[in-house]
C-alpha cells in the first residue's frame, strides 16, 4: 500500500478540519451566474420574486430526501437504483388507498412505508447474502417492482384528501412545510452519520469492509439497514410528490429520474462512488444546484425535451468536474 | 551440525512459563500441509522473531494464533489456559493482536475512529466524541507517541511510519498481552525503523509477548532475542539470538549454505555508453534531476519514503511525466510523455506493488507475459500465442529462465505465489526485450531464497548489456547490488556515492544532511 | 476372457472420464439454452420446424444477439454502456423521420445513423477515459440525453414511414434455400458481425487488452497498453452494434418512442447469463450470444405459459439476479 507521506502544513490542517464541502462554491457560482443569465435573457424575477426563490428549494425538496437516503447507501460502497420505481410505487397506492378519504390517511402512510422497508430490506439481502453486485440488485428489484406495477395500475389511481395536501402546498409562517420535513431529514441524516455508533460502522463498511469485518462489525447489517433508510426516504419523496400531484401515477418516479440524480447529486457532494467518504450536507449543496438549474430553465423557457437533453449533459459533466482530478484511472 | 544450537528449555529466561504456547499444531490446505505438529513457546517480556522462507508456515502459524484460521489439530494455550478461537475478534479480546503487512486502516477516518472501530464509547447508540478523543490521547501517551500524532488527524495525512504506529496502537488498544507483527518494517526505512524499535521496546518492558515475522534477518539480529526457524511447515529450532549467526539461521531456514548474499559488481569493462541522461528534469513533485545511467550498471536509488524515488521512476516511465528538462533514451531527446512510449523505447517498469499495479490476476501466465509486446504491437494486430515470430516457446523460456514455479501457463496468475508472481513481472519485461530496467522494491516481501535468485537475474542482465536503476530501501541490498548510488531527498538528487559504501553514509545524504535538517517530526512526516 | 472384459470396461471407463473432463468445460450456457429451447418447442410446435426456429425464433433474437455482443466487450473491459437502449429508439424513430418514405433515402439514412453511432460512443468512451467519470454516470446521462434528443427532434410523436428497402434488414429473407427454407437476412448480419467480432475479440490483441483493462486497469497503463484507445473504441463499437440492432429491429417493428426501453438492461443480463464478469477480466462473443438467445428463448416461454406482458419485467429481474448470484456462488467456490 502506497500512501504518499507528503505532510499537510498546518494551516491546511485548519481548514480541512472546517470541511466546507466544495460543492457550496459550485453553488454560489452558479446561482450567481443563473441569476446575470435570467436578467439578460429573462425578466430577472429569479432573484427579486421570492415565490419563485422559495420554488428552487421546494424542487429540491422530492430530490433532496431520496438524496439524503442514497448518500447512506453510496457511503456503504453500494447503491441503490430502485429508488424511482419506489417512489412510483408510493404514490400510486398512497391516492390508491387514501381515495380522496382523510380516515385512511395513516393506513396509507403505514403501507407504504411497510413497502419501502421491505423493497430495502430484500435489496439489502440480495446484495450481502446472495453476494450480488448492488447495481444489478436493484437494478433487478427495479424490474421486479415495474413489472409488478405496470401489470397493477396503468394510470392516476385514487386521488388525496385536502388534508394530506399540507404536506406539498402548506407553510407555517413563511416557510414551507416540505422545506421543514428535507431540512429535518437532512439533519436526522447528519446526526445519525456523524455522532451515532451506526453511522461510525458505515463509514468504516463502506471504506474497507474487510478492516471493518475484521474490528468486529456486522457489515451485513450495516448494508442492508443503509438499504433499508434509503428506500424510506424515497417513500418520504414519493409521498410528498403525490400530495403535490394530488393523485398518483406509474411513472412519477422515472419521469423525475431520481435514481440517477439521487445518485449523482450524491457524488457532485462529495461522497466517493467507493464508499467511505462524504456526507449529506455535500449532497444537499448538489441538490440545491439541480434545483437552481431547474428553476433557471424555467424562467428562461426552454423546451420540456431540452431540458432533459441539458439534464443528461449537467450531469455527466457535474460529476466530470470532480472525476477530473482524482488520479485513478475509472470504470 | 552447529552445536551451538540449543532446546528451549535450556533456554536462559526468567518466566517459567509461557504467555503464549502452540503445541502439535497442524493446518492442511487443498494440496498442502501448510503446518506440522509445530510447537513453540512464546514468553513475556521478551522480542520472539519467527523466520523461514515463503512458504514455510510462518502466516499460517500467526494466523491461527491470532484467530483468523482454526487449525486441524493442536492447541494453543495463553498463560497456561487453553483457548479457541473462531474468528480474531475473538482473539483480540483475549489479548492476542496481529497486525499485518498490509495496513488495516480506514485512511478517511481520523486516527481516534480508526483506533476505536466497534468500541466506541456511546450512550444509547449515540457517541461520545470527546471521551473516545481522549480514551485515545491516553493510549498515544502510553506508547510514548503523543507527541507525534494526534487523535483528530486524519489518517491519510500521516507518513506510513506513523500509520504503523496507529495499527500498533490499535493492536494493543485491547489490552494486549502478545503483539504479533507480520512483517512490520517492509514498507519503512531504517531511520523510521528505528522508531519502531523504541516503540518495541517500551512494549516489552510492559510485559508484553512481542512476535514478529521478518524477512530481514539484519532486523532480526537487532531487536530480537529469541529466533523460532519453521522450514516447509516444520518446526526446525528456537535458538537465542546471542548464540548465533545470520548465516546459522539461512542454514536452518534453507537447509543449505548461502555464502554469498549478494552476486558480484560489475567490472569496469561491462559498463557501456550512456543509455538515458536526464538533464534540469522537473515535475510537480521532483526538481532539477540530473542523472545518467550505462549499459552494463545497476544503478541503486535510495532515499527515505517520500524523497521521491518511486516519482522519479514514475517520471522516467510517462507515467507521471517530467513538464521541464530533458530526457534522452539511447541519444533520442523525444520527451516521455506515456508508458507505451517509454516501452517503445526499450524501457521496463517492476513496480513497487505487483498486486495491484503488476499483475493481471484472472488472466493466465501466458497472456501476462505477453502483455507488454501486445500492447506494442497494433490494436488489431493478430494475437500470436506464444510471442511467435519472435520464438516458438518465448513464454516457456523466459518462465524457465526467472524461474516460476508452475505446473501450467494457462494458470491464472492470482494463484501464484507472490516470489512467483514478481517473477513473471519480471519475464513480461525480458519478453520486451527491455534495455533499461527499472526496478521499484524488487524483493519487498520475498523469501531468502527468491531473493537471491531475483538478484542473480538483475546482475545476469546487466551481463548481457542491460541498464539497470534500482530503487530500494532495504540498505543492505542497496549497499550490496549496486555500482553506484544516488541520494534522494525532497524531490532532489542530493549526492552520489560509490559502490558499497556505508551504511551510514547512505542515512546521512537520505536524511537531507546537505541541508543540516533533522528532527524526529521529520521521521514522523509532519514536515 | 475374463482379460478381455477388463480390459474393455476400463477403456470403456477411461472414455467415459475422458469425455466427462471435456463435457465439464462446456460453458453453462449451452445446455441451459438448450434445454428451455427444446421445452419451447415443446409448448409451440412452431417452434419444430426449420422456419420455427431460423425464421422465426433467430430473426427475432438476432437484435438482441448483436447488442450483447457489444456489451460484453465493454464489461469485460470494466464498464457498462447503459446508452444503447436510447441509441435504438434514437436509430427507429429517427430513421422513420429522415426517410419520409423515400426508399432513396434509405442507405444515406443508415450512413447518418452509423455516424451518430460513432459519436455517441467516441462521446462515452472519452468522457469515461479522460474526464475519469464512472462509465455508470457517463453512460446513463447519455441515455437521458439521447432520448432527449429524439423526443425534442420528434416533438414527442414521430412521424414519418419506413420504406421497404430499409425494412429489408430486419425482414427480409433470402428464399429457396436448402434445409432452411427462408433464411433471414437478419441472421446473415448476425452470422456476419459474430464472425467478425469473435476474431477481434479472441484473436487479436485488442481482446487482451481490454481483458487486461477490465482486470487491473492500473497494470495495464503500465504495460503500455494505451487504455484510452482500448476503452474507446469497446464504446464505440458498442454504440454502433446497437446502431445495427435498430435497423434491424426497425424492420419489423412499430415506431414508437419506447421502442428501446430497457433494451440496455437486457443486453447486460444477457452478457451476464453468457457468463460475462460483471466487474471485468473475463468474456466470450459465442457466450454473449447464446446469453442472448436464453433470454429470448425464455421471454418465449414465459408468453407461451400466458404470463402477462409487464411481469417480462418482473421476471427478468429476478433472471438476472439469479444469474449474478450464481456467477458470484461459483467464482468463490473455485477459490
Given at each position: 500500500?502506497?500512501i504518499?507521506?507528503?505532510?499537510?502544513?498546518?494551516?491546511?490542517?485548519?481548514?480541512?478540519?472546517?470541511?466546507?464541502?466544495?460543492?457550496?462554491?459550485?453553488?454560489v457560482?452558479?446561482?450567481?451566474?443563473?441569476?446575470?443569465l435570467?436578467?439578460?435573457?429573462?425578466?430577472?424575477?429569479m432573484?427579486?420574486?421570492?415565490?419563485?426563490?422559495?420554488?428552487?428549494?421546494?424542487?429540491?425538496?422530492?430530490?433532496g430526501?431520496?438524496?439524503?437516503?442514497?448518500?447512506?447507501?453510496?457511503?456503504?460502497?453500494?447503491?441503490?437504483?430502485?429508488?424511482?420505481?419506489v417512489?412510483?410505487?408510493?404514490?400510486?397506492m398512497?391516492s390508491?388507498?387514501?381515495?380522496?378519504?382523510?380516515?385512511?390517511?395513516?393506513?396509507?402512510?403505514?403501507?407504504?412505508?411497510?413497502?419501502?422497508?421491505?423493497?430495502?430490506?430484500?435489496?439489502?439481502l440480495?446484495?450481502?447474502?446472495?453476494?450480488?453486485?448492488?447495481?444489478?440488485?436493484?437494478l433487478?428489484?427495479?424490474l421486479?417492482?415495474?413489472?409488478?406495477?405496470?401489470?397493477?395500475?396503468?394510470?392516476?389511481?385514487?386521488?388525496?384528501?385536502?388534508?394530506f395536501?399540507?404536506?406539498?402546498?402548506?407553510?407555517?409562517?413563511?416557510?414551507?412545510?416540505?422545506?421543514?420535513?428535507?431540512?429535518?431529514?437532512?439533519?436526522v441524516?447528519?446526526?445519525?452519520?456523524?455522532?451515532?455508533?451506526?453511522?461510525?460502522?458505515?463509514?468504516?463498511?463502506?471504506?474497507?469492509?474487510?478492516?471493518?469485518?475484521?474490528?468486529?462489525?456486522?457489515?451485513?447489517?450495516?448494508?442492508?439497514?443503509?438499504?433499508?433508510?434509503?428506500?424510506?426516504?424515497?417513500?418520504?419523496t414519493?409521498?410528498?410528490?403525490?400530495?403535490?400531484?394530488?393523485?398518483?401515477?406509474?411513472?412519477?418516479?422515472?419521469?423525475?429520474?431520481?435514481?440517477?440524480?439521487?445518485?449523482?447529486?450524491?457524488?457532485?457532494?462529495?461522497?466517493?462512488?467507493?464508499?467511505?467518504?462524504?456526507?449529506?450536507?455535500?449532497?444537499?449543496?448538489?441538490v440545491?444546484?439541480?434545483g437552481?438549474?431547474?428553476?433557471?430553465?424555467n424562467?428562461?423557457?426552454i423546451?420540456?425535451y431540452?431540458?432533459?437533453?441539458?439534464?443528461?449533459?449537467?450531469?455527466?459533466?457535474?460529476?466530470?468536474?470532480?472525476?477530473?482530478?482524482?488520479?485513478?484511472?475509472s470504470? | 551440525?552447529n552445536?551451538?544450537?540449543?532446546?528451549?528449555?535450556?533456554?536462559?529466561?526468567a518466566?517459567?512459563?509461557?504467555?503464549?504456547?502452540?503445541?502439535?499444531?497442524?493446518?492442511?490446505?487443498?494440496?498442502?500441509?501448510?503446518?506440522?505438529?509445530?510447537?513453540?513457546?512464546?514468553?513475556?517480556?521478551?522480542v520472539?522473531?519467527?523466520?523461514?522462507?515463503?512458504?514455510?508456515?510462518?502466516?499460517?502459524?500467526?494466523?491461527?494464533?491470532?484467530?483468523?484460521?482454526?487449525?486441524?489439530?493442536g492447541?494453543?494455550?495463553?498463560?497456561?489456559?487453553?483457548?479457541?478461537?473462531?474468528?480474531?475478534?475473538?482473539?483480540?479480546?483475549?489479548?492476542?493482536?496481529?497486525?499485518?503487512?498490509?495496513?488495516?486502516?480506514?485512511?478517511?477516518?481520523?486516527?481516534?475512529?480508526?483506533?476505536?472501530?466497534?468500541?466506541?464509547?456511546?450512550r444509547?447508540?449515540?457517541?461520545?466524541?470527546?471521551?473516545?478523543?481522549?480514551?485515545?490521547?491516553?493510549?498515544?501517551?502510553?506508547?510514548?507517541?503523543?507527541?507525534?500524532?494526534?487523535?483528530?488527524?486524519?489518517?491519510?495525512?500521516?507518513?506510513?511510519?506513523?500509520?504503523?504506529?496507529?495499527?500498533?496502537?490499535?493492536?494493543?488498544?485491547?489490552?494486549?498481552?502478545?503483539?504479533?507483527?507480520?512483517?512490520?518494517?517492509?514498507?519503512?526505512?531504517?531511520?523510521?525503523?528505528?522508531?519502531?524499535?523504541?516503540?518495541?521496546?517500551?512494549?516489552?518492558?510492559?510485559?508484553?509477548?512481542i512476535?514478529?515475522?521478518?524477512?530481514?534477518?539484519?532486523?532480526?539480529?537487532e531487536?530480537?532475542?529469541?529466533?523460532?526457524?519453521?522450514?516447509?511447515?516444520?518446526?526446525?529450532?528456537?535458538?537465542?539470538?546471542?548464540?548465533?549467526?545470520?548465516?546459522?539461521?539461512?542454514?536452518?531456514?534453507?537447509?543449505?549454505?548461502?555464502?554469498?548474499?549478494?552476486?558480484?559488481?560489475?567490472?569496469?569493462?561491462?559498463?557501456?555508453?550512456?543509455?538515458?541522461?536526464?538533464?534540469?528534469?522537473?515535475?510537480?513533485?521532483?526538481?532539477?534531476i540530473?542523472?545518467?545511467?550505462?549499459?552494463?550498471?545497476?544503478?541503486?536509488?535510495?532515499?527515505?519514503?517520500?524523497?521521491?524515488?518511486?516519482?522519479?521512476?514514475?517520471?522516467?516511465?510517462g507515467?507521471?511525466?517530467?513538464k521541464?528538462g530533458?530526457?534522452?533514451?539511447?541519444?533520442?531527446?523525444?520527451?516521455?510523455?506515456?508508458?507505451?512510449?517509454?516501452?517503445?523505447?526499450?524501457?521496463?517498469?517492476?513496480?513497487?506493488?505487483?498486486?495491484?499495479?503488476?499483475?493481471?490476476?484472472?488472466?493466465?501466465?501466458?497472456d501476462?507475459?505477453?502483455?507488454?509486446?501486445?500492447?506494442?504491437?497494433?490494436?488489431?494486430?493478430?494475437?500470436?500465442?506464444?510471442?511467435?515470430?519472435?520464438?516458438?516457446?518465448?513464454?516457456s523460456t523466459?518462465?524457465?529462465?526467472?524461474?516460476?514455479?508452475?505446473?501450467?501457463?494457462?494458470?491464472?496468475?492470482?494463484?501464484?505465489?507472490?516470489?512467483?508472481?514478481?517473477?513473471?513481472?519480471?519475464?513480461?519485461?525480458?519478453?520486451?526485450?527491455?534495455?533499461?530496467?527499472?526496478?521499484?522494491?524488487?524483493?519487498r516481501?520475498?523469501?531468502?531464497?527468491?531473493?537471491?535468485?531475483?538478484?542473480?537475474?538483475?546482475?545476469?542482465?546487466?551481463?548481457?548489456?542491460?541498464?539497470?536503476?534500482?530503487?530500494?530501501?532495504?540498505l543492505?541490498?542497496i549497499?550490496g547490488?549496486?555500482?553506484?548510488?544516488?541520494?534522494?531527498?525532497?524531490?532532489?538528487?542530493?549526492?552520489?556515492?560509490?559502490?558499497?559504501?556505508?551504511?551510514?553514509?547512505?542515512?546521512?545524504?537520505?536524511?537531507?544532511?546537505?541541508?543540516?535538517?533533522?528532527?524526529?517530526?521529520?521521521?514522523?512526516?509532519?514536515? | 476372457?475374463?482379460?478381455?472384459?477388463?480390459?474393455?470396461?476400463?477403456?470403456?471407463?477411461?472414455?467415459?472420464?475422458?469425455?466427462?473432463?471435456?463435457?465439464?468445460?462446456?460453458?453453462?450456457?449451452?445446455?441451459?439454452?438448450?434445454?428451455i429451447?427444446?421445452?419451447?418447442?415443446?409448448?409451440?410446435?412452431?417452434?419444430?420446424?426449420?422456419?420455427?426456429?431460423?425464421?422465426?425464433?433467430?430473426?427475432?433474437?438476432?437484435?438482441?444477439?448483436?447488442?450483447?455482443?457489444?456489451?460484453?466487450?465493454?464489461?469485460?473491459?470494466?464498464?457498462?454502456?447503459?446508452?444503447?437502449g436510447?441509441?435504438?429508439?434514437?436509430?427507429?424513430?429517427?430513421?422513420?423521420?429522415?426517410?419520409?418514405?423515400d426508399?432513396?433515402k434509405a442507405?444515406?439514412?443508415?450512413?447518418?445513423m452509423?455516424?451518430?453511432?460513432?459519436?455517441?460512443?467516441?462521446?462515452?468512451g472519452?468522457?469515461?477515459?479522460?474526464?475519469?467519470?464512472?462509465?455508470?454516470?457517463?453512460?446513463?446521462?447519455?441515455?437521458?440525453?439521447?432520448?432527449?434528443v429524439?423526443?425534442?427532434?420528434?416533438?414527442?410523436?414521430?412521424?414519418?414511414?419506413?420504406?421497404?428497402?430499409?425494412?429489408?434488414?430486419?425482414?427480409?429473407?433470402?428464399?429457396?434455400?436448402?434445409?432452411?427454407?427462408?433464411?433471414?437476412?437478419?441472421?446473415?448480419i448476425?452470422?456476419?458481425?459474430?464472425?467478425?467480432?469473435?476474431?477481434?475479440?479472441?484473436?487479436?490483441?485488442?481482446?487482451?487488452?481490454?481483458?487486461?483493462?477490465?482486470d487491473?486497469?492500473?497494470?495495464?497503463q503500465?504495460?503500455?497498453?494505451?487504455?484510452?484507445?482500448?476503452?474507446?473504441?469497446?464504446?464505440?463499437?458498442?454504440?454502433?452494434?446497437?446502431?445495427?440492432?435498430?435497423?434491424?429491429?426497425g424492420?419489423?417493428?412499430?415506431?414508437s418512442?419506447n421502442?428501446?426501453?430497457?433494451?440496455?438492461?437486457?443486453?447486460?443480463?444477457?452478457?451476464?447469463?453468457?457468463?460475462t464478469l460483471?466487474?471485468?477480466?473475463?468474456?466470450?462473443?459465442?457466450?454473449?450470444?447464446?446469453?442472448?438467445?436464453?433470454?429470448?428463448?425464455?421471454?418465449?416461454?414465459?408468453?407461451?405459459?400466458?404470463?402477462?406482458?409487464?411481469?417480462?419485467?418482473?421476471v427478468?429481474?429476478?433472471?438476472?439476479?439469479g444469474?449474478?448470484?450464481?456467477?458470484?456462488?461459483?467464482?468463490?467456490?473455485?477459490?
Open positions: 500500500m502506497t504518499s507521506a507528503v505532510p499537510t502544513s498546518g494551516v491546511k490542517q485548519w481548514l480541512r478540519s472546517i470541511r466546507i464541502p466544495p460543492v457550496f462554491y459550485f453553488l457560482i452558479i446561482f450567481v451566474g443563473g441569476a446575470a435570467d436578467l439578460i435573457f429573462a425578466d430577472g424575477q432573484v427579486r420574486n421570492q415565490t419563485i426563490l422559495t420554488n428552487i428549494f421546494v424542487r429540491s425538496v422530492a430530490l430526501i431520496v438524496a439524503i437516503g442514497q448518500t447512506f447507501v453510496i457511503l456503504g460502497a453500494s447503491i441503490d437504483l430502485s429508488v424511482a420505481l417512489i412510483s410505487i408510493t404514490s400510486v398512497t390508491y388507498i387514501m381515495q380522496g378519504d382523510p380516515a385512511n390517511v395513516p393506513l396509507a402512510i403505514l403501507v407504504v412505508l411497510a413497502i419501502g422497508a421491505t423493497t430495502g430490506l430484500v435489496n439489502g440480495i446484495i450481502t447474502k446472495l453476494k450480488v453486485n448492488a447495481f444489478i440488485a436493484t433487478g428489484t427495479t421486479i417492482l415495474r413489472g409488478i406495477l405496470n401489470a397493477t395500475f396503468t394510470n392516476f389511481e385514487g386521488s388525496v384528501p385536502r388534508s395536501e399540507y404536506f406539498g402546498y402548506e407553510k407555517i409562517g413563511p416557510i414551507p412545510v416540505s422545506i421543514i420535513v428535507l431540512v429535518a431529514v437532512t439533519l441524516g447528519w446526526f445519525i452519520l456523524s455522532r451515532t455508533k451506526f453511522g461510525y460502522q458505515l463509514y468504516g463498511t463502506g471504506g474497507n469492509v474487510d478492516v471493518a469485518r475484521l474490528s468486529g462489525l456486522r457489515t451485513d447489517r450495516v448494508i442492508i439497514i443503509a438499504h433499508i433508510i434509503c428506500s424510506l426516504t424515497a417513500v418520504i414519493g409521498l410528498f410528490l403525490v400530495s403535490r400531484l394530488r393523485a398518483g401515477a406509474p411513472w412519477v418516479g422515472t419521469d423525475g429520474v431520481y435514481d440517477l440524480e439521487s445518485v449523482a447529486t450524491t457524488v457532485i457532494g462529495g461522497t466517493a462512488l467507493a464508499g467511505g467518504k462524504g456526507g449529506v450536507w455535500g449532497t444537499l449543496g448538489g440545491l444546484i439541480f437552481v438549474i431547474d428553476t433557471l430553465f424562467q428562461l423557457g423546451n420540456p431540452m431540458k432533459n437533453i441539458l439534464r443528461g449533459a449537467i450531469i455527466v459533466l457535474a460529476v466530470a468536474s470532480y472525476t477530473i482530478r482524482s488520479k485513478r484511472e470504470a | 551440525m552445536d551451538k544450537n540449543l532446546d528451549v528449555s535450556e533456554a536462559t529466561t518466566e517459567a512459563q509461557p504467555l503464549l504456547e502452540v503445541r502439535n499444531i497442524t493446518k492442511r490446505f487443498p494440496g498442502v500441509l501448510a503446518l506440522d505438529k509445530v510447537s513453540v513457546k512464546f514468553y513475556p517480556g521478551e520472539h522473531a519467527v523466520v523461514g522462507e515463503n512458504g514455510a508456515g510462518k502466516s499460517t502459524l500467526m494466523k491461527i494464533v491470532s484467530g483468523a484460521y482454526v487449525p486441524d489439530s492447541d494453543i494455550f495463553l498463560q497456561g489456559e487453553k483457548v479457541h478461537f473462531a474468528h480474531p475478534i475473538q482473539a483480540y479480546k483475549k489479548g492476542v493482536s496481529i497486525i499485518y503487512q498490509e495496513f488495516n486502516l480506514l485512511p478517511e477516518r481520523t486516527v481516534a475512529q480508526n483506533i476505536f472501530l466497534g468500541r466506541e464509547p456511546a444509547v447508540g449515540v457517541i461520545d466524541i470527546p471521551q473516545l478523543n481522549k480514551m485515545t490521547q491516553d493510549l498515544l501517551r502510553d506508547m510514548g507517541v503523543e507527541k507525534l500524532i494526534e487523535p483528530t488527524e486524519q489518517v491519510s495525512s500521516l507518513s506510513v511510519a506513523a500509520q504503523q504506529i496507529v495499527e500498533i496502537a490499535k493492536a494493543i488498544s485491547y489490552d494486549s498481552k502478545v503483539l504479533i507483527m507480520d512483517e512490520p518494517t517492509a514498507s519503512l526505512t531504517s531511520v523510521e525503523v528505528k522508531l519502531l524499535d523504541d516503540l518495541v521496546m517500551r512494549l516489552k518492558a510492559k510485559g508484553m509477548a512476535i514478529f515475522i521478518s524477512h530481514r534477518l539484519v532486523e532480526v539480529f531487536i530480537a532475542e529469541k529466533i523460532t526457524v519453521l522450514k516447509d511447515g516444520q518446526f526446525v529450532n528456537t535458538v537465542n539470538k546471542a548464540d548465533v549467526t545470520p548465516t546459522d539461521i539461512v542454514t536452518m531456514m534453507v537447509g543449505r549454505e548461502l555464502d554469498q548474499f549478494f552476486p558480484p559488481l560489475g567490472l569496469p569493462e561491462d559498463l557501456g555508453e550512456v543509455v538515458l541522461r536526464v538533464e534540469n528534469a522537473s515535475n510537480d513533485f521532483l526538481k532539477d540530473n542523472l545518467e545511467l550505462r549499459k552494463g550498471e545497476v544503478l541503486g536509488v535510495a532515499g527515505l519514503q517520500g524523497s521521491g524515488r518511486t516519482e522519479l521512476a514514475q517520471a522516467l516511465f507515467v507521471e511525466p517530467f521541464s530533458e530526457i534522452q533514451i539511447h541519444g533520442n531527446s523525444r520527451p516521455v510523455k506515456s508508458p507505451f512510449y517509454a516501452i517503445s523505447q526499450g524501457m521496463g517498469f517492476v513496480t513497487e506493488d505487483r498486486k495491484s499495479e503488476g499483475i493481471f490476476p484472472q488472466q493466465p501466465i501466458r501476462n507475459i505477453l502483455m507488454a509486446i501486445r500492447a506494442l504491437q497494433s490494436v488489431f494486430g493478430l494475437v500470436r500465442k506464444d510471442g511467435v515470430p519472435k520464438s516458438k516457446n518465448l513464454v523466459l518462465s524457465k529462465k526467472v524461474d516460476v514455479r508452475t505446473d501450467s501457463y494457462d494458470r491464472e496468475v492470482q494463484f501464484l505465489s507472490g516470489g512467483n508472481q514478481q517473477k513473471v513481472v519480471l519475464a513480461k519485461w525480458l519478453a520486451s526485450d527491455a534495455s533499461i530496467f527499472i526496478f521499484d522494491e524488487p524483493t516481501g520475498i523469501d531468502v531464497e527468491a531473493k537471491a535468485s531475483i538478484h542473480e537475474i538483475i546482475r545476469q542482465l546487466t551481463k548481457q548489456g542491460v541498464a539497470v536503476m534500482m530503487i530500494s530501501s532495504e543492505p541490498e549497499i547490488m549496486s555500482d553506484r548510488v544516488l541520494v534522494m531527498w525532497d524531490g532532489k538528487i542530493t549526492g552520489e556515492l560509490p559502490s558499497r559504501s556505508s551504511e551510514e553514509e547512505l542515512m546521512l545524504m537520505a536524511t537531507g544532511h546537505v541541508n543540516n535538517h533533522i528532527s524526529t517530526n521529520a521521521v514522523a512526516g509532519k514536515e | 476372457m475374463t482379460t478381455t472384459s477388463i480390459t474393455n470396461s476400463s477403456r470403456a471407463a477411461s472414455i467415459l472420464s475422458n469425455g466427462w473432463v471435456l463435457i465439464k468445460k462446456i460453458p453453462p450456457i449451452y445446455p441451459i439454452f438448450f434445454v429451447f427444446i421445452t419451447v418447442g415443446i409448448l409451440n410446435p412452431n417452434y419444430q420446424t426449420m422456419n420455427g426456429i431460423f425464421n422465426v425464433f433467430l430473426r427475432r433474437a438476432s437484435p438482441l444477439a448483436i447488442l450483447a455482443i457489444g456489451q460484453m466487450i465493454v464489461l469485460a473491459s470494466g464498464g457498462f454502456d447503459l446508452s444503447v436510447s441509441m435504438i429508439t434514437f436509430v427507429v424513430v429517427g430513421s422513420s423521420m429522415l426517410l419520409s418514405n426508399p432513396q442507405y444515406s439514412t443508415i450512413a447518418i452509423m455516424v451518430a453511432g460513432v459519436v455517441v460512443g467516441l462521446i462515452n472519452l468522457t469515461v477515459s479522460v474526464f475519469r467519470v464512472p462509465s455508470l454516470i457517463v453512460t446513463l446521462g447519455m441515455l437521458l440525453l439521447v432520448k432527449g429524439v423526443m425534442y427532434w420528434s416533438g414527442g410523436a414521430p412521424k414519418g414511414y419506413f420504406t421497404d428497402n430499409y425494412r429489408w434488414f430486419g425482414r427480409g429473407t433470402i428464399d429457396n434455400v436448402p434445409i432452411f427454407g427462408k433464411f433471414p437476412i437478419a441472421l446473415i448476425l452470422l456476419v458481425i459474430s464472425v467478425l467480432a469473435w476474431f477481434i475479440f479472441h484473436r487479436t490483441n485488442f481482446g487482451k487488452q481490454i481483458l487486461a483493462i477490465g487491473n486497469v492500473r497494470a495495464s503500465l504495460s503500455g497498453v494505451r487504455v484510452r484507445l482500448v476503452r474507446t473504441t469497446a464504446f464505440v463499437i458498442s454504440s454502433v452494434l446497437a446502431v445495427v440492432s435498430g435497423v434491424l429491429i424492420g419489423y417493428g412499430g415506431i418512442t421502442v428501446g426501453n430497457g433494451l440496455e438492461f437486457q443486453a447486460v443480463s444477457a452478457a451476464v447469463i453468457g457468463g460483471l466487474l471485468g477480466g473475463k468474456g466470450s462473443v459465442p457466450n454473449a450470444i447464446f446469453g442472448a438467445f436464453t433470454l429470448e428463448a425464455l421471454f418465449n416461454l414465459l408468453n407461451l405459459l400466458g404470463l402477462p406482458k409487464p411481469y417480462k419485467d418482473a427478468q429481474g429476478i433472471i438476472i439476479i444469474a449474478v448470484a450464481y456467477a458470484a456462488f461459483s467464482t468463490r467456490k473455485k477459490r
